[in-house]
């Protein structure tokens, strides 16, 4: 996920990058900040006046996911693409125009998502199955094209209702989610054998946008929505959470390990009542984070502490490795195998898998922002010098890593390609990174 400024949000390894948007992590997290579709520069209403923003990717990119126009991987920050003239940003005048904590990235396995803080949604790589929920002829796309789902009217003939901006998106491997600005509609599009879209028993395929039937229930919205490999948890405005998916690794909790498929969003239940509402939610490949809040518990600062909850396997000591309290945090968030707490000092609170290197040294400083992908780390220091450590065959890391394609025990510093930027935001997901820049506005007299 893109995490900017005060961000927070995650979803499976698209790992998103994330925000000021409701709270949820997992490979997949927001901000309207984005270079043009072309190489000209922004307008300057669009620039705010103050700085020029662009998009970077590099990493996996055999289905186009990285949208640099292409399908081969890159080891360097490449500009990211748009279809046509489009200028993804929102309007001049409105309140969130350039900021970075309001954008939303979103990983899948193949294909990534984009949602910026007006709600529009953007997609590229794979679509196969329809996870890009646009040109289901188009089996990948090369460059970021927008979300506008349409559906039909039941009391007009032929016509359609379009919903072209989104409250909140997640993704797992082959399929996406996308939250209706009013927060009552889930809808849903792509693949998945275990239940991963939540349309009920033995469906599982929708090559266009499907609305999740009966969800949430009546007068409760959706808050936040997070995927992982296989599974989805959506957090209500009152404080519960529902799932679906993949179940056998008790990642929706202990009572539908026996089920091991949910076709249908169900109450999670997590060993009785919590001591609090939940607050944020993050999936990792098989299992679940969550943290709730509670006034009982207060930090040294006076800002309340968190519960934390793992739901599923202890592999990787994920579970018991955990602590049971943390401090205030920036964002949340989970790999595949492990668990990153990015605290309000600019420190990671980590623990989980670690062959690859994927967890931080113990000498690394304290970081601007923090992306989590499926085994690699990106973060930024200072908002100047970008790094990378863990898994890094596919260039996520950038140029140099082992035999064994890992950047461990260190960090790599990855150059950027642009002299004198400043760095906004940074993402990960499947072997993919992303790192918005702003450059100062030319002085033109």
Not at 283 to 298: K, N, P, Y
Not at 310 to 339: C, E
Request: glycine content about 12%; some cysteine.
């Amino acid at each position: 996920m893109l995490l900017g400024k005060d961000s927070s949000s995650s979803s499976f390894p698209g790992l998103s990058l994330g925000c000021c948007t409701p709270r949820a992590s997992a490979r997949g997290h927001s901000a309207p900040f984005l270079s043009s579709t072309s190489n000209e520069t922004l307008p300057a209403e669009e620039r705010g006046g103050l700085a020029i923003m662009h998009l970077y990717a590099f990493g996996s990119n055999g289905a186009g996911q990285l949208a640099i126009g292409h399908m081969e991987d890159v080891n360097t920050p490449a500009r990211c693409l748009f279809v046509g003239d489009e200028r993804p940003l929102p309007a001049s005048g409105d309140g969130d125009s350039l900021s970075p904590s309001l954008m939303q990235l979103i990983a899948g396995g193949n294909h990534t998502l984009i949602r910026l803080a007006s709600g529009r949604v953007y997609a590229a790589g794979s679509n196969l199955h329809g996870e890009c929920a646009t040109h289901a002829s188009t089996q990948s796309l090369l460059r970021f094209q927008r979300v506008i789902i349409a559906e039909p009217l039941a009391d007009v003939a032929l016509a359609r209702c379009e919903t072209s901006v989104f409250s909140n998106i997640s993704a797992t491997w082959s399929a996406s989610f996308f939250v209706d600005v009013n927060k009552d509609s889930i809808f849903v599009a792509g693949h998945g054998s275990k239940g991963e879209l939540g349309l009920g028993p033995d469906v599982t395929e929708r090559t266009l946008p499907t609305k999740i039937p009966n969800f949430p229930p009546a007068g409760r919205y959706v808050v936040s929505i997070a995927s992982g490999m296989a599974h989805t948890v959506a957090l209500l405005d009152d404080g519960t959470i529902y799932g679906w998916g993949a179940a056998r690794k008790g990642q929706l909790g202990a009572d539908k390990v026996s089920q091991k498929v949910v076709w249908s969003p169900q109450k999670i239940v997590v060993g009785g009542n919590l001591p609090g509402h939940v607050r944020e939610i993050s999936c990792g490949r098989e299992f679940t984070v969550l943290t709730t809040t509670s006034s009982a518990f207060l930090s040294y600062s006076g800002a309340s502490s968190e519960s934390l909850y793992i739901l599923g396997p202890d592999k990787w000591a994920l579970s018991s490795a955990a602590p049971s309290m943390v401090a205030p945090y920036k964002s949340l968030n989970a790999s595949w195998h492990g668990v990153y707490v990015h605290l309000r000092d600019g420190t990671v609170l980590a623990w989980g898998r670690n062959d690859r290197g994927q967890l931080p040294t113990a000498t690394m400083p304290s970081l601007d922002y923090l992306a989590v992908g499926s085994e690699h780390v990106v973060g930024a220091i200072d908002h100047r010098t970008l790094i990378a450590f863990g898994w890094g065959e596919h260039g996520n890391c950038g140029p140099e890593t082992d035999e064994q394609g890992n950047v461990a025990g260190h960090w790599n510093e990855v150059q950027l390609p642009i002299d004198n930027c400043s760095i906004e935001a940074v993402g990960a997901g499947c072997a993919t990174s992303w790192v918005l820049l702003s450059e100062p506005e030319p002085n033109i007299r």
